[in-house]
């Protein structure tokens, strides 16, 4: 019952206009990510206790960052968000993860995406950018997403129908 509220919360943040949600562009943002990780699954999480983190890095100088450390110990299914800074580039196998922006010095996407299963998550001009699974754009006013579903299947994700009905564009 959580997840299908979860999405209607989704579904009304992706149909309204920023301006008319009087909401700044990055609390929504971290809203968003945070609802998309309810609807990705990664391989071998029905095996792992109750509690598990679920590991979300970011960059520090990212703009979204202290949006994203406000989700802190957020129960995602039956795990528990743990937002992470991650300061070097041996952490990254680590990650569940991954929230790629313009104003973040981490790794190229395809690079972070080849440290095991991890959802990686482009904002602004990354949000194309080779490794991406999820593409954050903003239309206008509205805030959209793309998936692609190549990357998604080469990291063993598995994102819920719902999802992937949301999305703008899917990439098969």
């Known amino acids: 019952m959580l997840r299908w ?3 209607v919360v989704l579904l009304l943040l992706l149909g309204l206009p920023l301006r008319s949600l009087a909401l700044d562009e990055l609390p929504l943002k971290a809203a968003i990510i945070f609802n998309l990780l309810l609807f990705v699954e990664w391989p071998g999480e029905a095996e792992l206790p109750s509690g598990a983190p679920l590991l979300l890095c970011a960059d520090r100088s990212s703009p979204l960052w202290p949006h994203l450390k406000l989700l802190q110990d957020r129960p995602v299914r039956q795990r528990r968000l743990e937002a992470r800074e991650v300061a070097s580039t041996d952490e990254q196998r680590a990650c569940h993860a991954w929230v790629l922006d313009d104003a973040g010095q981490r790794p190229l996407a395809a690079r972070v995406a080849g440290a095991g299963p991890t959802l990686v998550i482009g904002d602004g001009q990354r949000a194309d950018e080779a490794g991406v699974t999820i593409g954050l754009r903003m239309n206008g006013s509205r805030l959209q997403f793309d998936i692609d579903m190549v990357q998604a299947r080469q990291q063993r994700l598995q994102l819920s129908s719902k999802i992937l ?7 098969e």
């Open 165 to 171: 009905r949301l999305a703008r564009k899917v990439r």
């Open 5 to 7: 509220a979860h999405l």
